[in-house]
């Protein structure tokens, strides 16, 4: 197990790193460059450009920049940000937070509500419950995040006006205490729901489908003809087994809801990583782009092993060495 | 009294579309330490009767007739007591026992598991020392009792079935198609062992398979089924020697015999009926030699001839 898990870790680490390359290069052979915005529309003097240029070593060869960048990121220092002058670490901090209460809440939400109406729908396969899902999950599946979350304000904000449409907090009553966690919790319910939504069809889906095919496994069989009860073993033999791609999936799902909250932050205006990540695009701000990325890297390098670890405690089958 | 006396059961599948007469009117007897084996190419309705006894076919299919298991009707019984009877009366071995156990469940709790279904009260290692003992019984090392299913080879998860169908010490052991999967060798093996443990735990047997050779060797009589009717049934010795039903003569013909002259190996022209049509006359008149006028209008009876022996054919003489 400690083998496997050094392994595995080793591989993310891997992983992280060709990332960090990619990524790298992606942004600076991107059109556009930090300089250009620094210097202003003013017909900046040529020399004004190099001093800049220079300030941030961009005039070095691309592979000694990153050579650089490695170098200070081994010191545990991720650069300044060009546009604000602040450490990077420090703007990531203040925004992370908003981002993983997002993030992180609408996956469990989205685990446990999808797969639970999924084993429901598995378990009466054919009725109308299990009709009338099926067709939500393509339903939602389809809908673009962002349509979504603008309906949700429309109908919910706008219109009914129960819920604030955009932001974490009140800002006109600086509430403290319990007061301030039920005014987040008040703004998080649309953002919150929207993210959900888009999700719970995968776990939806994965757990029916995945119920009924361990349902029709031969094993079942064998106790049924034992004279097991029904409930039995399902609660004990086709949950653990069913829940298996649900594990892969909720992996895969994890990195790309961190990642893909952005466009959910910028619609309801949700003080998180996906704001600062638009604006560092739009102004090529270059640490602070490499900072969010690394982030992102880092935790997708992470669930990824954690899934792995965890399914290989659940599933025999998976070997350690 | 006979152990199990099946009486014209059919089994029907039923869909929206169309219904399929997947075993059609079928009777037969097996006494108390009976060995049946029921033969038919794929698709005859072997493991379909062979599941109906058991009710473990899917919900579309409909079963009639009786099933009289020391006298009670399996047919009639209600999912609870059925449930009782399971197991502890009737068990049975699937083919493909790789895929018999819950790949992520230890062998030795999921036959714990399903001991103490029948046997509540049985603490924990008077049930682990009872499963280590059905494990040797079946010559497996104890250690199968701590491993999962796909550390075994095929033989090995055959025997553990094996070992798992004998457990409550059943007074029938259907096995569907239980040495198909394996070499000849190990078949050889399990069959010989099979036969001990039958005797010595009196047990009756069916053996459900395609295999006229496993059948001759293994089963005391024989039953030849035939797109969902059973053609002919009887000895084992009756039968081979002297098939009265032109199915069973094809059967025979197209399996090699080991000793004496070499024959032609022929196989039975034609396919099986579409058996979601009704059809007139005898079953098999498409594919059969030796078919005549009577055989496309009337659908023969089932004549009963010496030492019990039933035939399904127009020609096979006897009393009906």
């Known amino acids: 197990m400690a083998r496997y898990l050094r392994k595995r870790v080793l591989t993310g680490i891997l992983v992280i790193l060709v990332s960090l390359i990619i990524n790298f290069s992606l942004i ?10 620094l210097a202003g529309k003013d017909n900046p003097s040529q020399e004004m450009i190099d001093t800049l240029t220079k300030k941030y070593g961009l005039d070095k060869p691309i592979y000694v920049q990153f050579i650089h960048y490695i170098k200070t990121l081994l010191k545990g220092d991720l650069g300044y940000s060009i546009m604000s002058n602040e450490p990077v670490g420090k703007l990531i ?7 993983l209460l997002l993030a992180l809440t609408s996956i469990i939400l989205a685990l446990v509500i999808g797969t639970a109406l ?20 393509y339903l939602f599946d389809s809908t673009p995040n962002f349509w979504l979350g603008l309906m949700l304000i429309l109908i919910f904000a706008s219109k009914l006006k129960v819920f604030p449409t955009a932001g974490m907090v009140d800002l006109r009553t600086q509430s403290e205490g319990i007061a301030k966690v039920i005014d987040i919790l008040w703004h998080l319910v649309l953002p919150l729901t929207t993210v959900t939504l888009i999700q719970i069809p995968y776990y939806f889906r994965i757990a029916r489908s995945s119920v009924i095919q361990t349902m029709s496994e031969d094993f079942i069989t064998t106790f049924r003809a034992a004279g097991m009860k029904e409930n039995r073993i399902f609660n004990k033999y086709v949950f653990k087994n069913a829940i298996l791609p649900t594990v892969t999936v909720f992996g895969i799902n994890l990195a790309y809801v961190i990642s893909g909250v952005a466009i959910i932050e910028i619609v309801f205006a949700w003080p998180g990583m996906g704001r600062l990540m638009m604006t560092a695009i739009s102004k090529r701000d270059y640490p602070l782009l490499m900072g969010i990325y690394l982030l992102l890297s880092v935790s997708i390098a992470v669930c990824m092993i954690v899934v792995d670890v965890v399914y290989a405690i659940i599933d025999p089958r998976i070997r350690y060495d | 009294m006979k152990l199990l006396s099946i009486k014209n059961e059919s089994v029907v599948y039923r869909s929206k579309t169309k219904n399929v007469l997947a075993v059609n009117n079928v009777s037969f007897d097996i006494d108390k330490q009976d060995s049946v084996g029921i033969v038919g190419e794929s698709g005859s309705g072997k493991s379909t009767l062979a599941l109906a006894l058991l009710k473990l076919l899917p919900k579309n299919a409909d079963v009639t007739g009786e099933v009289l298991f020391e006298d009670k009707d399996l047919l009639k019984l209600s999912t609870d007591e059925f449930n009782d009877l399971r ?57 199968v009792y701590t491993m999962y299913p796909h550390e075994l080879s095929g033989g090995m998860m055959q025997r553990v079935s094996i070992a798992l169908s004998l457990m409550h010490n059943p007074k029938l052991i259907i096995m569907d198609e ?30 459900i398979s395609h295999d006229m050779s496993v059948v001759a060797n293994t089963c005391r009589k024989i039953a030849v089924m035939y797109a969902g009717y059973l053609v ?89």
């Open chain 2, 232 to 320: 002919e049934f009887g000895l084992v010795e009756d039968v081979i020697l002297n098939p009265k039903h032109p199915y069973t003569k094809g059967l025979l013909k197209s399996f090699p015999p080991l000793k004496g002259e070499k024959g032609e190996l022929r196989s039975i022209p034609g396919y099986l009926p579409d058996l979601s049509i009704p059809h007139e006359g005898c079953i098999f008149k498409d594919r059969c030699p030796q078919k005549e006028n009577i055989c496309l209008y009337t659908a023969p009876k089932t004549h009963i001839v010496e030492n019990g022996r039933k035939v399904m054919c127009n020609f096979a003489g006897g009393d009906c």
């Open chain 1, 118 to 137: 999924g084993i429901l729908a598995a378990r009466k396969r054919g009725s109308k419950f299990d009709i009338v899902m099926n067709g939500l999950s």
């Open chain 2, 178 to 207: 239980a040495t198909t999967a394996l070499d000849v060798i190990t078949q050889g093996q399990i069959l010989n062992e099979i036969a001990e443990l039958e005797k010595k735990l009196k047990i009756a047997r069916i053996m």
């Open chain 1, 93 to 99: 901090l203040e925004k992370v937070g908003p981002t």
């Open chain 2, 87 to 143: 197991w502890k009366e009737i068990s049975i071995v699937f083919q493909k026992s790789m895929n018999s156990l819950s790949p992520i469940h230890r062998i030795g709790s999921q036959m714990a598991d399903i001991y103490t279904i029948h046997d509540g009260s049985a603490d924990s290692d008077e049930v682990k020392g009872k499963i280590i003992n059905l494990l040797e019984m079946v010559n497996l090392p104890t250690r």
């Open chain 1, 28 to 37: 600076h052979l991107a059109p556009g460059n930090p300089i250009n915005l």
